[in-house]
């Protein structure tokens, strides 16, 4: 049976799918993202795999954005 990489298909149109996002949803994917890494390395590799660029989580001028502190 062959097998299919199917890695490569999804990296293909993971950009795709990432410029059809609304810039809000795109800023709070990457912050997620981000939230959830291990590391810069890390996230960069998993920002990567979703197709987002890490200028994705940075606010637009005018934005307000919520910071919890702990």
Not at 27 to 46: E, T
């Amino acid at each position: 049976m062959a097998t299919m990489d199917i890695t490569r298909i999804n990296r293909a149109h993971a950009g795709q799918l990432a410029a059809d996002c609304p810039p809000r949803q795109l800023r709070r994917a990457a912050r997620y993202v981000a939230s959830k890494a291990l590391d810069a390395g890390d996230c960069a590799m998993l920002l990567d795999m979703l197709g987002l660029d890490p200028r994705d989580g940075l606010a637009t001028d005018g934005e307000s954005v919520t910071v919890f502190s702990s």
